[in-house]
């Protein structure tokens, strides 16, 4: 006999699905329109955090070799991209959530405390498994926010920060990037004379220029010579470590070379699909900033200057985490040190071909 198959409503399981969205109001005794939305924009959201980490398990799972295996590379830069989507559609959906008004909210605001999104313990998850440290979020009241998480979502949680972040991973990865030291060739050495050169040269034009008063043009030069002991510091092991000491960096000192070569010599064939998995992890912290920003910018229009339901001092609280629960901070300054493709030093014979695509029949020998 032949298979019953599958139906769209048991398959996705429905009637308990379209069964979960019970209103608080409505058990109060006085139902409220707008919760209906409320709760299932973020149900929504916890759906698409689950799936975010399905996708981050596959990514970190790619990362966690010692050796990784190039070809995976591609893999865990797709798996990126649609976490990068699903945060995009994350940050619309407020769109939608704001059709409700302040006053519509406030018809059933005040049966939801202590409940707040800060006890998602799926976003949690999220932050930490990209690299969010301890010590770098935001305190809120003092205490650990593990504490307000339920079980078994504070137990994941800790798990969790004990474990490999996707920033420890790709930091362990980069320093690992063979080409910019190979055959003799040494990456730091040849690009910081690059750089110095260029800079000298902007010190020189500044100083003959003949229409800039004397104010102007020690001032110009000054922020260049700045410019040039912070560029030293990325090339000196042990600057970066006082640096990284002070906060300045997080990624380690070969890991950041790493980054910087990439980003400098992304058009070698070998190096495209590094630069295009750097682009995408700036993708995600840049949207992940966007969302905390508009998520606080709707709270303060929601609540004004009240505090959340879950008792932080609402937007303000909010909108510190937009900038102090950043991740990838280090790739975004390191657009500092670039300079035009025309100044860049021509890498060597040796490494050229190993970056490089070829078909001829050395190739397959």
């Keep these: 006999m032949a298979e019953p198959g599958v139906h769209y409503a048991s398959y996705l399981q429905l009637d308990k699905l379209l069964d979960l969205q019970a209103r608080e109001s409505e058990k109060a005794g006085r139902p409220a329109h707008d ?19 399905f996708e981050l398990d596959a990514v970190q799972g790619v990362f966690a070799a010692d050796r990784v295996d190039d070809r995976a590379i591609a893999r865990a830069s797709r798996a990126l991209h649609r976490i990068h989507e699903i945060l995009k559609l994350g940050v619309h959906q407020l769109d939608v959530l704001e059709t409700m008004t302040p006053l519509d909210f406030l018809d059933f605001r005040d049966l939801l405390r202590p409940a707040s999104g800060f006890q998602s313990a799926q976003f ?8 969010l ?11 650990s926010f593990e504490a307000r998480l339920e079980s078994p979502g504070r137990e994941r949680v800790e ?15 980069l320093a690992r990037t063979p080409f910019i030291e190979l055959g003799g060739y040494r990456f730091r050495e040849a690009y910081r004379q690059a750089v110095v050169a260029m800079l000298e040269g902007d010190i020189g034009h500044l100083t003959a220029h003949p229409t800039l008063d004397e104010t102007a043009r020690e ?6 010579r700045k410019a040039l002991s912070r560029f030293d510091a990325l090339f000196d092991e042990t600057r970066h470590a006082e640096e990284a000491a002070q906060g300045a960096w997080r990624m380690s000192w070969r890991a950041l070379q790493a980054a910087l070569f990439i980003n400098l010599y992304r058009d070698e064939p070998a190096l495209q699909v590094p630069f295009g998995l750097l682009s995408l992890l700036m993708d995600l912290d840049e949207t992940m900033t966007l969302w905390r920003y508009r998520h606080a910018l709707m709270v303060q229009r929601m609540i004004g200057l009240k505090t959340g339901t879950g008792g932080s001092s609402g937007h303000d609280y909010l909108a510190r985490t937009a900038e102090r629960h950043r991740v990838f901070g280090d790739l975004f300054t390191l657009s500092t040190y670039l300079i035009p493709r025309s100044a860049l030093p021509p890498l ?11 078909y001829d029949g050395e190739a397959g020998a």
Excluded: C, N
Excluded at 133 to 143: F, I, N, S, T, V
Excluded at 219 to 224: D, P, Q
């Design 35 to 53: 919760e209906m939305l409320f709760i299932v924009i973020h149900q929504a959201y916890e759906l698409w955090f689950k799936q975010i980490l």
């Design 124 to 131: 949690r998850l999220i932050e930490i498994r990209l690299g």
């Design 133 to 143: 440290r301890a010590a770098d979020r935001l305190a809120y009241e003092g205490r």
């Design 159 to 173: 798990a969790a920060g004990g474990q490999p972040s996707l920033f420890d991973q790709l930091d362990a990865w």
């Design 219 to 224: 001032a110009e030069v000054a922020a260049l």
């Design 348 to 358: 060597p014979q040796e490494i050229t071909r190993r970056t490089g695509l070829s």
